[in-house]
């Protein structure tokens, strides 16, 4: 079972860029899948999830409306679409599964951990 995180980078303030989660060894849509990110110094946060029930997505209150979760079962992969970046939104970002289909905020409920992926905005 491995989750393998990718598409970080170096972005300008007001740029984007898309993360993707991609599963093997498991089938993704079966679980939730979260979006954490940690910033240097600062504790690991929760961002996003995706409910394996429905597809479902929640955000935390400081992307809402900037990131967008979504997946592809054919590919078997989770993205983060991350638009209107700001240099607060520096960290390095992980994907996560949880076997259960309720969303959680909480990093201990997720059973799966990819490594994580570099996202740098600034100018």
């Known amino acids: 079972v491995q989750l393998q995180a990718s598409g970080g980078g170096l972005v300008q303030p007001g740029g984007s860029l898309r993360l993707s989660c991609a599963a093997s060894g498991f089938t993704l849509h079966y679980y939730t899948i979260g979006w954490f990110r940690q910033a240097p110094g600062k504790e690991r946060e929760w961002v996003s999830c995706i409910s394996s029930r429905d597809g479902s997505p929640n955000y935390a209150d400081f992307v809402r409306g900037r990131f967008t979760i979504s997946r592809d079962n054919a590919k078997n992969t989770v993205y983060l679409q991350m638009n209107s970046l700001k240099p607060e939104d520096t960290a390095v970002y992980y994907c996560?599964?949880?076997?259960?289909?309720?969303?959680?905020?909480?990093?201990?409920?997720?059973?799966?951990w990819g490594h994580g992926t570099l996202v740098t905005v600034s100018s």
């Open positions: 996560a599964a949880r076997s259960s289909s309720v969303w959680s905020y909480y990093a201990e409920n997720y059973d799966y």
